[in-house]
């Protein structure tokens, strides 16, 4: 299979599309088709070759450019020797988890198959990212970026930049997806890493260009498995201006951190003397600290680094914490339609449910596990979307997790938890443990109201933002502390809440919400693609007929 990116196809080709995928694709929305050839291949991240996962024989995986509503036809040829899934962490798969790609929602692609997703970046502007979503894939590689411009009729509140760089970082091992799968399988947490990479390269192993004068967007996602990280540039200021589609208040920060799964997006200057600066990642909250750099050139100089990188925060949470509160949304902005982003008044809204979530991690049948309201997620032999839509029972029982925590002893279940079409709940998210937490949600964004200290109570809530919080997709939690969001439930399907640090989601810290909706009007839910992979009991099945 010939490997290509295509922008343009043809009037044939997009209705064979529509065919295919039914009304999920919008047809008065740009197409952009691309066909992905999924590789074993060396790799040197750290200096020692490993077997990577390749995207087109890239690693980072390529960059995916779109627009607001565009349509993205990504055909992906699995050449491993084992099944494969890619996930789209904060693309929010408007009325259609049937692309999530993870595996409560989609079967794996065998080997030798392949599969073609087909997505719309509907309603959303801003910095993603692509990620291999089974067993410890993530650990091989198989990453990209993902940007999602404004519409060219949208106002933004910037100018323009010179350059749109990506910064793909995070925590590396020397040992193989499989040696750290076996680990975690024998009941073990993983090991520290090895060290951190930037664009897939160990120390000054890549270099961002600029000139002199001129000012440069650098996106930044934490793409590891476990280490939060600070980023920062020698001799420079950071303008932050978006976080995972939220334009926000413009604050000038000299280094900034990024938890797992998280995307910011920054403004950088280029208003210093010509010559080469470190651009530095360093590990937070962790003994030793971890560090790792890559170039800032500026054009037509010759002077490289001299010295050392620049420090940054080590293991201070309240600076963090702090950090984190300045982080605020500009209401005045347009978001990825006309209107302001502070018309959705969030904080006006009474929530019609509480839902609080515990971490912890439980022993259970002699191996350490991690749980989500004493409940250990274990995956089913079918995904829970195929399930649903087949009516195969046995697999799953609703009310398999709790909505509030029992700190009862853990143990192993399906856990999935129902919810309402349209409702507008409060999830408090309760961190007892002595390590931070990132959590994520499929599906949506969510305003993160509050973050604190100790337990949280009813009380709490008095300390809320309520006015200009900024909406996003992965939220960080301090250790023996708590974060709280409101989320309008406004996508009909089966979603998954995970922890974000790789190793407690392979444990089992994630379940599933089940937002559901007795209508099976296509305006609330598209229906099952006619490509979609069937496995499990749910082989032998049709999807649809047309």
């Not at 856990?415 to 079409?421: E, L, Q, R």
């Amino acid at each position: 299979m010939m490997m290509r990116e295509r922008s343009l196809i043809s009037v044939f080709a997009a209705l064979l599309l529509v065919l295919l995928h039914g009304p999920g694709l919008n047809a008065d929305n740009p197409y952009r088709y691309y066909t992905w050839k999924i590789t074993y291949g060396d790799i040197y991240p750290l200096g020692v070759k490993q077997q990577g996962i390749l995207i087109n024989g890239q690693f980072p995986g390529p960059t995916i450019d779109c627009v607001t509503n565009d349509n993205l036809i990504i055909s992906v040829y699995n050449y491993l020797n084992e099944p494969f899934l890619l996930s789209w962490n904060g693309i929010q798969q408007r009325r259609n988890s049937w692309q999530d790609g993870v595996y409560g929602t989609n079967c794996p692609i065998p080997p030798g198959k392949n599969f073609t997703y087909a997505i719309q970046a509907k309603d959303q502007i801003g910095t993603y990212f692509y990620f291999p979503s089974l067993a410890l894939h993530k650990a091989a590689g198989g990453y990209g970026s993902i940007k999602v411009y404004s519409r060219p009729q949208i106002p933004v509140p910037f100018p323009p930049p010179a350059g749109d760089h990506v910064v793909l970082t995070g925590d590396w091992f020397k040992r193989s997806h499989r040696q750290l799968k076996y680990i975690l399988d024998s009941g073990h947490n993983l090991p520290s890493p090895d060290g951190l990479i930037i664009n897939g390269r160990g120390w000054n192993g890549y270099t961002f260009t600029v000139e002199q004068g001129k000012t440069y967007r650098f996106r930044i996602s934490n793409v590891g498995l476990t280490t939060s990280v600070n980023f920062r540039i020698e001799g420079h200021s950071m303008k932050l201006i978006e976080v995972e589609g939220s334009h926000t208040v413009q604050n000038i920060y000299t280094s900034l951190d990024v938890h797992v799964g998280q995307s910011y997006s920054v403004l950088v200057e280029a208003n210093q003397p010509s010559k080469d600066y470190y651009v530095v990642v360093s590990s937070r909250f962790t003994s030793p600290v971890l560090t790792t750099t890559a170039i800032l050139h500026y054009r037509n100089s010759f002077t490289k680094v001299s010295g050392f990188p620049p420090g940054g925060p080590t293991t201070q949470i309240d600076w963090s914490i702090n950090q984190a509160r300045s982080i605020r949304r500009n209401l005045t902005a347009s978001g990825p339609r006309p209107n302001p982003q502070g018309s959705y008044h969030y904080g006006e809204i009474k929530p019609a449910r509480t839902i609080i979530l515990a971490n912890s991690a439980p022993i259970i049948n002699g191996k350490l596990r991690y749980a989500v309201n004493s409940v250990s997620y274990v995956s089913p032999d079918t995904p829970l979307k195929l399930v649903d839509y087949f009516k195969i029972g046995g697999v799953y029982s609703l009310g398999s997790i709790s909505d509030k925590p029992n700190y009862g002893n853990g143990y192993l279940a399906t856990s999935v938890m129902n919810a309402n079409y349209r409702s507008y709940i409060e999830v408090v998210f309760q961190n007892w443990e002595n390590t931070l937490q990132s959590w994520h949600i499929d599906g949506y964004s969510f305003f993160v109201v509050g973050m604190d200290g100790g337990g949280w109570t009813q009380a709490s809530r008095l300390r809320y933002n309520l006015r200009d919080t900024v909406a996003r997709c992965t939220v960080q939690v301090y250790p023996k502390s708590w974060t709280a969001i409101y989320v309008a439930l406004d996508n009909v399907g089966m979603w998954n809440i995970r922890s974000e640090d790789w190793a407690r989601q392979y444990l089992g810290q994630q379940f599933y919400l089940r937002v559901y909706t007795p209508s099976t009007s296509f305006r609330d839910e598209l229906p099952i693609p006619r490509n979609a992979l069937l496995c499990g009991r749910a082989r032998g099945h049709r999807t649809r007929p047309f």
